[in-house]
């Protein structure tokens, strides 16, 4: 395997810098700590890029807090200027990382996504009649650090690069030697990684007919029962064994005329269903917004702006006849209904 010649002199690049700056700043502009930045972006720059290529940048300056997407979650956001570091990096080492992947791999990467991940699983539910689903247990919070070090000096050659992807994953731990933290542009890739020698074990070792993961939601298909299951006992081993990490359980196998749930959605081979997750957002996000133009905090464009964010959540469901129920037992107050 040839490894990439990425260096630090490439993340360090002043072009490169000025795009990450843009990056970490689109749709954040009005904050303070991007205003701050923005008011001595050269100084700012030039200090990263010094700090980058002595080897002494600070990285690990979070902000924690709690959320609830169902189940709760710590999210850890990284300070602007470590944002602004993080895009300079995955600008060169993302594209590097999203080679190792196999095609059927849809979380943080262009053109793919959690839609597309839902259509190629409706398609392998037509065509094969027995599915698998697994998922991580405590995915981003059991990544042992050792291994994944491991698997990115097997991409990078560069010293003072690799030495600045183990100050960064250093820089947090959910354990002693494990964890990377959910928020941050570089755990996302890194996640998405540590996963691709599974991917090729289910189709060059297990031969599945077919393969959808996102991030640590991963799907694979067979002939029957017995083929699925199999895979299986390879992929738990090879979980627990190679990769350090354990499988949920139950494990989910089941038919696929039935059906399942994948990313926000109850497929079925000739229809697309809303989760209950995706009727809460959407139950909420209209109300948040009809709140907000009640309260006056918003005007009428913007209020209509909301309702198709909110409408956005359904739209590629087969979900009309939900949204008319909706509308009929919730519906807009008069003041509203002029818009």
Request: charged content about 25%.
């Amino acid at each position: 395997m040839r490894r990439s010649r990425v260096g630090l002199a490439a993340i360090a690049d002043w072009h490169n810098l000025a795009a990450a700056f843009q990056r970490a700043a689109r749709g954040k502009g009005q904050r303070d700590e991007v205003r701050q930045f923005r008011a001595d972006l050269n100084g700012e720059l030039a200090r990263l890029r010094e700090a980058l290529l002595d080897g002494s940048v600070e990285v690990g300056r979070m902000r924690g807090f709690h959320i609830r997407d169902p189940k709760p979650r710590i999210i850890h956001a990284p300070c602007f200027r470590e944002r602004v570091l993080h895009h300079a990096l995955m600008a060169h080492v993302g594209p590097v990382l999203d080679r190792a992947l196999v095609d059927d791999t849809y979380a943080c990467r262009v053109g793919k996504g959690a839609l597309a991940a839902v259509q190629r699983a409706q398609h392998h539910l037509r065509r094969w009649p027995w599915y698998a689903q697994i998922d991580i247990r405590s995915y981003f919070a059991s990544i042992d650090h050792e291994l994944l070090l491991a698997l990115l000096e097997r991409r990078f050659k560069d010293r003072g690069l690799l030495a600045l992807l183990a100050h960064i994953v250093d820089a947090h731990h959910v354990a002693p030697g494990q964890g990377l933290p959910i928020g941050a542009l570089t755990s996302q890739h890194f996640a998405n990684y540590y996963l691709a020698g599974l991917d090729r074990l289910l189709l060059e070792g297990c031969r599945v007919r077919g393969m959808v993961r996102y991030m640590d939601d991963l799907v694979w298909w067979g002939d029957d029962k017995s083929a699925v299951r199999d895979a299986l006992d390879q992929a738990r081993a090879y979980v627990q064994e190679r990769l350090r990490l354990a499988i949920k359980t139950p494990v989910r196998i089941g038919r696929s005329r039935a059906g399942l749930m994948f990313c926000g959605y109850r497929i079925l081979p000739g229809r697309l269903l809303l989760s209950r997750r995706r009727k809460r957002r959407y139950a909420e996000c209209r109300r948040d917004w009809e709140s907000a133009y009640a309260a006056g905090r918003i005007d009428a464009r913007a209020l209509q702006a909301g309702y198709a964010t909110a409408l956005a959540i359904t739209a590629h469901a087969d979900a009309a006849m939900w949204r008319r129920e909706q509308l009929r037992r919730c519906p807009l107050a008069p003041g509203l209904c002029d818009l």
